[in-house]
């Protein structure tokens, strides 16, 4: 719960408050105190130097400013407590789904097949897919033709003469004119397990391990 710290001062009959302690209150106790001693003040006013109306006035709204914070941090930890709940139990479906994310991991499934994206800033004219063992050691390569700009995915089968459990990597380069670049990368991995801790959900990745649900670009 919120509090309010009183620690005020005041002197003749000009001040709103004669109380010089100073402690901590909830703020419902502040605003209880805070309006018996306004009615004390008015019963005891001097009328020839009475209370500014202003300073009452400001003094009320800090109140009802308070209270209202407190009230609306109830609201949006009961929000975020309820959503947390219902993120939990949607994210469950993601399970045994295959998600995109940025990386160069490449495995080849039961089908023989991998697949695999990247993501090209601009058009390329020629784009060159490059396979490499966890060695670092380059197994195959294969040229994907002209690629518009955007997210693009393929799909890989090894070359005759390739052994697929060793494929593990691959890197991708764009080539316009004399000009070539390395776009980013895209992976696909599938998720194992779900995990919600401290209001963050993280997924469990047969390939990569815990991944913030952030990264994730897409779910399949």
Do not use: W
């Not at 003094?59 to 009961?78: R, W």
């Not at 601009?122 to 518009?148: F, H, T, W």
């Not at 764009?174 to 401290?198: C, E, I, R, W, Y």
């Amino acid at each position: 719960m919120a509090t309010a710290v009183d620690s005020t001062t005041g002197t003749g009959t000009s001040g709103l408050y004669t109380d010089t302690t100073s402690r901590t209150t909830t703020t419902p106790e502040a605003a209880d105190r805070f309006l018996k001693l306004l009615v004390a003040q008015m019963q005891h006013q001097d009328p020839l130097n009475p209370m500014d109306n202003a300073e009452v006035t400001t003094q009320m709204a800090q109140i009802q400013t308070v209270s209202g914070i407190e009230k609306l941090n109830k609201s949006i930890t009961a929000m975020s407590e309820s959503f947390s709940a219902t993120q939990a139990l949607q994210s469950i479906g993601m399970v045994g789904r295959e998600v995109t994310m940025a990386g160069n991991g490449l495995r080849v499934g039961d089908d023989g097949t991998a697949r695999g994206g990247y993501l090209l800033d601009n058009p390329a004219e020629r784009v060159l897919l490059e396979v490499y063992s966890a060695a670092g050691a380059k197994l195959d390569s294969v040229e994907l033709g002209a690629s518009d700009a955007g997210r693009r995915s393929f799909t890989y089968t090894p070359s005759s003469g390739v052994d697929p459990n060793q494929v593990s990597t691959f890197r991708i380069t764009a080539f316009q004119g004399t000009t070539s670049t390395s776009p980013t990368t895209l992976m696909h991995d599938k998720v194992t397990a779900v995990v919600t801790a401290a209001q963050q959900l993280t997924l469990d990745l047969q390939r990569s391990g815990s991944v913030p649900y952030s990264n994730i670009l897409s779910i399949h």
